[in-house]
């Protein structure tokens, strides 16, 4: 579509905006060459300011150049608005390449906040309906009331990008009673490999350090049957609860992980030490990291979710930091 056009469009939905006394326009629609995507920058204003925004936030409207198709999303504003990740958020920790947003998108969808109006498409009234939502959000943010107690229970944003290599668990309320059954919480699994592209690791067996086996999984027949030899080797590490740092934020980086162990009174680093003695074998290695889950939001814990992280090669052999020994402390 013509810029001309498009504009005209945005415009036109900008004006339907006006209804809304809680709205303040700030900036005028712009176009981001980079993102191809046109943006609109205005205020919302709640009854009274909580510790997570001020009374009257700062937002980004960013539509796609065929309006009113096509995404849009409502980010907040890098300096007056929410700094933390809240639950039906995007991952917020991160700030977009113009550093005009970060990048915690609001969820806005239809099953996220309860309504029974489906989205409308017309020009006057989809830019509108995104925005009343928003109002909603931030409503339902200040009075802690983002999700109910017996809302479906949803993981915060992780980030995946390992395009090359998938991992996969059964974990269900079955396997939760045993894993309750034993005081081991860290070790070293048995992977074996699906040969697909990409390539699907798939956990057997969970190990403590000294061998025993502490959770055996159960797979059909194909998968069972299959045996790499010798078996892929990852530490795991079962924690209390969801890690999460900044309210609903899940680690980008190993400081936020060990900040988010330490909420649990977790020394994460201090079982790394141990655990990581037994991968030193010039190999990259899985990490595993285990967490009990509900079905639904303020329910018991009825599952262990797995995430996995692709570590570095170790330290092994004469590879230490310059000035110790070849030993576990240099190693390390």
């Known amino acids: 579509m013509e810029g001309s056009q498009i504009l005209d469009k945005l415009k036109q939905a900008r004006r339907a905006l006006d209804s809304l006394s809680q709205v ?96 409308p498409y017309s020009v006057d009234e989809r830019l509108l309906y995104h925005v009343i939502r928003a109002i909603n959000w931030l409503d339902l943010a200040r009075k802690n009331k983002l999700v109910l107690d ?55 067996k969970f190990k403590s350090l000294n061998g025993n086996i502490e959770h055996y999984t159960q797979w059909g027949n194909y998968l069972s049957e299959m045996n790499i030899s010798p078996p892929v080797s990852a530490p795991w590490i079962l924690l209390n609860h969801t890690p999460v740092i900044n309210e609903w934020q899940a680690p980008e980086t190993l400081g936020d992980l060990i900040d988010a162990c330490n909420n649990q009174n977790i020394d994460i680093m201090s079982v790394l030490k141990k655990v990581v003695s037994r991968i030193r074998d010039r190999k990259r290695h899985l990490l595993l990291i285990g967490f009990p889950i509900p079905k639904i939001f303020g329910g018991e814990s009825e599952s262990i979710f797995w995430m996995s992280l692709y570590l570095p090669v170790v330290s092994y052999g004469e590879k230490t930091l310059n000035g110790f020994r ?5 190693w390390w």
């Open 150 to 204: 017996n809302e479906p229970f949803e993981l915060p944003e992780f980030s995946l990008s390992n395009e090359y290599m998938r991992f996969v668990f059964s974990e269900d309320i079955v396997t939760f009673m045993q894993w309750e059954n034993t005081d081991c919480r860290y070790g070293i699994a048995e992977l074996d490999v699906y040969k697909s592209n990409p390539f699907v690791y798939y956990v057997k």
């Open 24 to 119: 303040y326009i700030l900036d005028d629609w712009k176009f981001d060459n980079k993102l191809k995507v046109w943006f609109l920058h205005l205020g919302i204003q709640v009854d009274f300011e909580t510790i997570l925004f001020p009374k009257l936030s700062q937002w980004y409207v960013v539509v796609e150049d065929k309006y009113p198709e096509g995404e849009i999303k409502i980010y907040p504003d890098v300096e007056n608005s929410i700094k933390v990740t809240l639950y039906h958020q995007s991952n917020n920790s991160s700030v977009e390449k113009n550093g005009l947003w970060r990048k915690g998108a609001l969820c806005l969808e239809i099953n996220t906040i309860s309504t029974f109006q489906s989205e």
């Open 326 to 330: 070849t030993n576990q402390q240099g």
